[in-house]
């Protein structure tokens, strides 16, 4: 089998230098350690050569070299990732970001702050869309909303008590451990 040379005008070796550096700066490291295989290449190093350099399968830096032959600087980008069709649209994650933003009350719940079961329950009721409780979470997160942990406090509490309970009572308590003898 005769091993893959690709030979590269100086100027299209300066762009694919320049496309590294700008997929490093970008975070787009997959893709810059594409190009990277391909700069070696041209440098006449083979194929094993390359594996060991970039730490990858033979067999994916053949496969970049064969990408680059046939489409180019194209072939070396990340592909597109078909996945499942997004459940609500564009328009419907607006519409349930102006909802949540509006509040729980505005909705019609009586808790101040809202939980995850109780979103499922308004895409359900709002967009017909059914989603587990631990989905909506990845799906706020994505819509730019984080979480949010109320601090429990009790109602009727004397603050003066609580603190010299943490200050005295609680340090006692706490477990600690064991000092060794030393031999």
Request: a positive charge.
């Amino acid at each position: 089998m005769r091993p893959r040379q690709l030979t590269l005008h100086p100027m299209t070796a300066k762009k694919l230098l320049r496309l590294k550096r700008e997929a490093e700066s970008d975070g787009a490291y997959r893709v810059a350690k594409r190009i990277h295989a391909v700069l070696l290449n041209h440098d006449d190093y083979t194929s094993g050569q390359i594996m060991a350099i970039l730490k990858a399968p033979r067999s994916r830096v053949s496969e970049w070299l064969r990408n680059y032959e046939q489409f180019g600087y194209d072939g070396l980008l990340e592909g597109y990732r078909p996945g499942r069709p997004a459940a609500l649209s564009a328009a419907n994650q607006q519409a349930l970001a102006d909802i949540i933003e509006s509040g729980p009350v505005a909705y019609g719940y009586l808790s101040g702050v809202w939980t995850s079961p109780m979103i499922t329950r308004v895409i359900q009721e709002q967009f017909g869309v059914t989603y587990h409780p631990g989905y909506v979470c990845r799906l706020l997160h994505t819509m730019g909303f984080s979480v949010q942990r109320p601090k429990r406090k009790l109602a009727r509490a004397d603050p003066q008590k609580q603190d010299r309970w943490h200050r005295y009572t609680y340090p006692n308590q706490k477990k600690t451990p064991e000092r060794r003898a030393r031999h």
